[in-house]
């Protein structure tokens, strides 16, 4: 069955280049973005492990891991790491999941179950689909799913922004509007009364019958 947003992520143990974890247990009460790569010294990969890594503070401030993923064993993986500095500029100091036997990959539905062997001998083009992005919340449920080609380098100054959407809305009944950053005005939930609503962000703007604008709530 293909994962959906608000499933349980799949909880696994497996060997990273930080030594063997519980996915569960790693994440703890913390946020994590799970994100996946067809191969080791593959080119845009390269780029996008770097570019992670320059970013790991700032997902720190927002209370996030960082886990990275590809088909190949961990031994791999560290060597991997010089290449990805050399480009970048910035240390992998965030685990790398090694998953030769594709187990999680099929796990979180990246290859089909029936997908035969393990990464030995594979090409990143038979791995293509193992190009995702998953933000997990504390509950461990599923909260953003994206999937890119092998040829597009992923956006993740994306995934902060669509992380600073996820963490105010679970924390008040708001949503964000289109091209939403932090700061802008957000949008009140339906749930939310006229009154509710004066009472728990002040002023609003009625702009639609069924769309009201306020400030972003802080805190």
């Known amino acids: 069955m293909s994962l959906r947003i608000n499933d349980t992520a799949p909880d696994f143990t497996v060997d990273t280049t930080e030594g063997e974890i519980r996915f569960h247990d790693w994440i703890g009460d913390s946020y994590a973005v799970l994100f996946s790569h067809p191969k080791d010294f593959t080119p845009v990969c390269t780029t996008e492990l770097g570019y992670m890594a320059g970013l790991k503070e700032k997902f720190e401030t927002r209370d996030t891991k ?23 500029g910035h240390k992998v100091d965030y685990p790398m999941i090694g998953d030769p036997k594709m187990k999680i990959a099929k796990l979180y539905d990246m ?8 990464s030995e001998g594979r090409t990143p083009a038979q791995n293509a689909t193992v190009r995702n992005v998953f933000i997990i919340g504390p509950d461990k449920k599923i909260k953003l799913i994206l999937t890119y080609p092998m040829t597009t380098g992923r956006n993740f100054d994306e995934i902060l922004r669509a992380l600073d959407s996820i963490q105010l809305t679970a924390k008040h009944q708001v949503a964000t509007p289109a091209q ?22 002040g002023d609003f ?15």
């Open 66 to 88: 960082m886990i990275g993923i590809s088909v190949d064993p961990v031994e791999e993986h560290l060597r991997w790491k010089a290449d990805i500095e050399k480009v970048s």
């Open 111 to 118: 290859l089909p179950a029936e997908e035969s062997g393990a």
């Open 180 to 201: 939403w950053k932090p700061g802008e005005d957000v949008i009140i939930t339906p749930a939310v009364s006229n009154e509710d609503a004066r009472q728990r962000f």
């Open 205 to 219: 703007e009625q702009v639609l019958p069924y769309l009201r604008k306020t400030k972003a709530p802080s805190g």
